[in-house]
């Protein structure tokens, strides 16, 4: 199936936000926003590891302005009033959210059970 994203820049210089989801493509979505020390924290803390975690993989990233609404295509079960959100989507729908973020030592756990809780993701275990 073909990913279709189109890229837009928003009012975070560099933000992608990716437009339309495949039909049953479990993402990852960030709603940020410009002066989000929590954001912030979480770039320099799990971004760069993220994509090549088996969590990652499972569910990519898409970023979103807190301030523009749902990407195009993507339906959240109820308003955004914290920044970061995190919004697990399956075909465009909210399945879950996390709000907030208070470090990567509880990032990790805390999504993985988000994961196996609402999707069909086996943590990797070694």
Known sequence: MVLKLILQ??????????????????????????GCAYCAA???????????????????????????????????????????????IDDGVEIARMEGYVGEDFFWPVYAKLLEDNTDFEPVTN
């Not at 820049?9 to 410009?34: D, F, Y």
């Not at 807190?66 to 109820?78: E, K, N, Q």
């Open 9 to 34: 820049v928003g009012a975070l210089a560099g933000s992608l936000i990716a437009t339309s989801a495949a039909a049953g493509e479990i993402r990852l979505i960030m709603v940020e926003q410009p």
């Open 42 to 88: 979480w770039d320099d803390q799990i971004a760069p590891a993220y994509p090549k975690t088996a969590e990652g993989r499972f569910a990519p990233l898409l970023r979103a302005d807190l301030h523009m609404g749902p990407p195009d295509g993507i339906t959240y079960a109820r308003r955004v009033n914290f920044t970061p959100t995190f919004i697990l």
